[in-house]
Structures are given as structure tokens and as C-alpha cells.
């Protein structure tokens, strides 16, 4: 599946300055005001002034502040604009030519993968690469959600997608849902929030009659258990971000990729190729 571009969002200000912003962010990373002043070489005394308005802060100290408490880079043009200030990091599409280099590197990774399954998504779970391994596991599913962008949330809890294939749904959306929750509550996304109860809302299938309990999982993460062909393949997964973004699609993109949580499941993929 090549690179393809998605529509970009804007994270709303709503009128707030950048004091009560700076704030929320300090209490939602459980940092006093003394600890922040700390690591930012200020004083406590400068930030109570600041998230009070009392202080307007310049664009180097919001910056600054906004790498202490690990905003991202999204919400950092927010916390510049509340301040006065021109955002500072630009949102460039993906399919802008300024970041060819990116799509070919991305590419690249996802295919030497191969033929173990990887993707990319961005902020709201759009895929925008994927690898042969993730079409294989995406035989069958409809094109209703697999075109013309689709979104992997969609196809892995969707009742006409994935979900029925996974053995062991219920510890797999709990999984999922639970990732979602924690980019919410970091991004504040009414994006991500929509998307969250559309999925949540998903039916989930009942066991067929006379399963056997779950015997425990010997794996050293929490696998994702899915059929293919008739047999039962297991994968870990792991998920990487660019180090220090300077862009904010960049920042957004995220690179799933899975690991055979077993030796058979590796033997298969690897007679799929050949």
C-alpha cells in the first residue's frame, strides 16, 4: 500500500491564553510550579505569573516550557499562538515533495520488514503506508473499509473487518481502547475522541459455544492472536515516532510494526515469500 496523504487538523485555541494552556499541561504531566521552574532555569515566581497572566511569557521561554513538560508539537504552535507568537513548526502534507525523502524512507522500512507485517499511521489511526504482510492479513476484510483510506481502529474492531479473525478480541480492543484513552488525554483530540466512541460502540462478537478457557498466554507482551488460512498466528507489536520532529505531520506519524511471537508463525510467513 503506497503513502498517501491525509486531510490535516488544526488544535483549537478557543480564545484561552497561554497560561491556563501551560498550566493544564503542568498539571497533567504532575509537575510543580517550583519543579517546572527547575528544569526551565526560571523561577517559580515567573511561572506562577505567567499561568496567571500576569506575565506574558516570550516565545524562547514558551518554547521552552513546552519541551520541560513534553507537549507535542501540535499543541506547541497552540501554546505559541495563545502566547501572541507565529507558530513555529509547520504542518507539510505528506504528499507535499518536501518530504519525498520521508515517503521513500518509510517505504523502504516497512518493505525490508517484510514478511513480517508493518504499517503507518497518523494521529487519528489513518494508515498511510502499509507493507505486504498487512495486506495478507487484510485478505477478505471489505472495501468498504479498506478504501479509499483506511483506518486501522476501523479494521482491527470493525464486526465486517478484523475482529472476528482475533482470537483473543476481548484483551486485544481492551488493548486498543485503552491506547486510545491515553492519546486523548494527551492530545485532547475531538478527532480522536469521535473516532474513540465510534469503535467502542462496536458490537463484540460472542465466544462460539463449547471454547475452552483461555489457557495463560506465554508470552513475554501481549500478543495479538489472529487467524489466517486456517491457522493461528501470534504477533507482539511495537510502535516508533521520529525523535525531535520539526514538523507536525512528521510528529503524528507513527510506525507499527509486529514481531512473531512465536516460531511457527515465522515459519509460515517466511513460506508465504518463498
Known sequence: MPVVASAPTVSPVAGRGVGPLLRAWRERRRVSQLELALRADSSARHISFVETGRSRPSEEMVLRLAEQLQVPVRERNALLLAAGYAPRYPETPLDDPALDGLRDGIERLIRGYEPY?????????????????????????????????????????????????????????????????????????????????????????????????????????????????????????????????????????????????????AKYLHTLTG
Do not use: C
Not at 225 to 254: K, Q, W
Open 117 to 265: 507485517p508493518a504499517l503507518v499511521v497518523d494521529a487519528g489511526y489513518t494508515v498511510v503506508a502499509a507493507n505486504r504482510g498487512i495486506a495478507m492479513l487484510l485478505e477478505g476484510v471489505p472495501e468498504e473499509l479498506t478504501a479509499p483510506v483506511p483506518n486501522a481502529m476501523r479494521l482491527t474492531l470493525h464486526p465486517k473487518g478484523l475482529a472476528p479473525r482475533i482470537r483473543n478480541l476481548r484483551e486485544w480492543r481492551g488493548h486498543l481502547l485503552a491506547q486510545m484513552e491515553r492519546e486523548i488525554a494527551l492530545h485532547r483530540s475531538d478527532r480522536l475522541r469521535v473516532l474513540y466512541e465510534e469503535v467502542a460502540a462496536y458490537p463484540v462478537p460472542e465466544e462460539p459455544p463449547g471454547t475452552e478457557p483461555a489457557e495463560p498466554v506465554p508470552y513475554f507482551a501481549l500478543p495479538l492472536r489472529i487467524e489466517h488460512a486456517g491457522r493461528t498466528l501470534s504477533f507482539v507489536s511495537s510502535i516508533s515516532t521520529f525523535n525531535t520532529p520539526m514538523d507536525v505531520t512528521v510528529a503524528e506519524l507513527a510506525i507499527e510494526t509486529f514481531l512473531p511471537a512465536d516460531p511457527a508463525t
